[in-house]
């Protein structure tokens, strides 16, 4: 009976690590797929650019913003995923960041009515107040590790 309770640690320790490295190749995966979509959405931004230098017009304009406004969606999704594989979980911050710029984006290139745009509006304010206070403690992770410190010295100052 005692060998039984013994073992379980173990095999919960390995479920977890097995668990958390499987996270961490799903993530990684998730940041390939995504930098290739960047370098594709700046390839196309650069040919509507192209376009847009030869033909000014609203139309064209408009869809290099969105083409861009989409790429900078992407890079803040990428640094998202950075931030889990180095922390070890999801920061809130680049989420904000990116439903921010969506909604930024949404309400350039959009034609929209009147409620549409006071919605939106409404929507990025509360973003906004969220990525100020739900943030605060993202930014200390951030400024935790560019100091140097590692994701597992992080928990354990978390924990005292």
Known sequence: MECGTQSFPRLQKFLV??????????????AAL????????????LKLLA???????????????QSILLIIVIATLIDMVRSYVRVGRVLVRPILIAGVTTMVRRLLVAD???LDIIGIT????GLTIAMIY??????TVTEFLRKGGSAEEHKEENKN
């Not at 995504?34 to 931004?45: Q, R, S």
């Open 34 to 45: 995504l930098v290739a979509t960047a370098i594709v959405g700046a390839f196309e931004a």
């Open 51 to 65: 376009v847009a230098i030869a033909n000014p017009s609203q139309a064209t304009l408009t869809a290099v913003l």
């Open 17 to 30: 690590k097995g668990c958390s490295i499987l996270t961490i190749i799903i993530y990684l995966i998730i």
């Open 122 to 125: 409404i929507v990025i304010l």
């Open 112 to 114: 929209l009515e009147f």
């Open 134 to 139: 739900l943030g605060r403690e993202d930014r």
